[in-house]
């Protein structure tokens, strides 16, 4: 009783020329009609002989057909006998996204937000991920378009494009919350006379080769480390005219001072400064940097022989580099004299979502992106300046240090608003005394 009855032999002769899944719907099959052309048209029932040719076997035209799923029935069985429209097959849908075509189910990276083609309702549709991305191209035209009236321009860098806001908050800037400890920390006071401050200052060009070359932090947020480094750097060089020009090692800090710390989640700067004063670091080149959260592989104690390092030839130094107490720097003026006085501070800045795009002029952050995280970073005030808006005002500014290598910004550094608290950068200004040696053990270490 079995009816299996062309579709075994069809499957055969049809796969043999290569149409196999045109059975069961039809496709590529002769358009007939097939019992549209037999003299007994559709038979009632089971008629086994009620069949038409189809390609080199049968098909049938009686009712029967119709339980196997019409798997024998003639391709116009439905139409003709039932005078059933078939709907032909919906054209497979796809997802048209920025002039391309995805199939169900594909994704594409939009900036860094991943979208895929999903169904919504009855159509598929290209549904993207909303997270605020490290670059956003609204915020970098919006700058650009009004640019004189924010005071700054933007840029699109490409080792941010495709990154998450997240991403840039928790591994390009780390430096945690400031408050706690800059609470307990006293500003010092200073005498001198602020209207005797020159009106432009640079470190760099009043101390060629003291400052610390800009740096790159990579993904890792090890501002704190980076920053108090550097500024210790400058300040030895500063402080001892010259005589001991060094870079200090900011990844002997970052793996090292791990008491409260998160190395590249970042660090709190009183603690750092507590290092130094203690412990000291040794210079880069005998402790270099990695940017990765690594296991301290020199004695915390000891002394520069004691962590294999090479001593420096020309001063007697055998101790780490050491400093004196960090003390806080309380206004605008205060800050200038001290950059003056004993070379760059370091300043903790609020970061907005716009300032990782920041590409030149004097920085203040902008409305554009108020309801998007931010996070704190620390830096180094290097100088400062003044120059004319757009509408013929001064403009007071400071020139940082920033540790996102020379590409970003103005080969390396910006130019922030000065005077007006903006993004707290004058609320957490650090400096501290260096221990350098004495310029006399250099005399008695050659006779001189
Ligand atoms: C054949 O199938 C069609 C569609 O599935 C159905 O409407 C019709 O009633 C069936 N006819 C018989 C005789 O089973
Ligand atoms: C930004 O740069 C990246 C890579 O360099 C590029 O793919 C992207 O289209 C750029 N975005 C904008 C808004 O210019
Ligand atoms: C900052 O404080 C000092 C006293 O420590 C004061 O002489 C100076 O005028 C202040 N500067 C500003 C800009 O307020």
Sequence with gaps: MTRLRWVFIAITTISFIGIVSAVSDYIGLPPGPYCGAIHRGCCPGRQDDCSAPIIGTLCYCDDFCNRTRNEDCCPDFLSFCKGIVEIPPEPIKTCYHNGQYYGYG??????????????????????????????????????????????????????????????GIKLRLGTLQPHRFVRTMNPVRRIYDPNALPRFFDAEEKWPGYVTPIQNQGWCGSSWALSTAATASDRFAVVSQGLERVQLSAQNLLSCNNRGQQSCNGGYLDKAWLFLRKFGVVDENCYPYTGHDEKCRIPKKGNLLTSRCAPPYDVDRKEKYKVGPAYRLGNETDIMYEIIQSGPVQATIKVYHDFFSYRGGVYRHTDLSAQDRTGYHSVRIIGWGQEQDYRGRVQKYWKVANSWGREWGENGYFRIVRGTNECEIESFVLATWPLTVDPVSKNDVYGI
């Design 106 to 167: 594909k994704t594409a990276k939009e900036n860094c937000n991943i979208c895929k083609c999903e169904p919504m309702g009855n159509d598929l549709k290209m549904l993207c991920e909303t997270n605020a991305c490290l670059m956003e191209e609204n915020i970098i035209s919006t700058v650009n378009d009004m640019s004189e009236h924010y005071g700054w321009t933007a840029s699109n860098y490409s080792e941010f494009w495709g990154r998450h806001l997240d991403e």
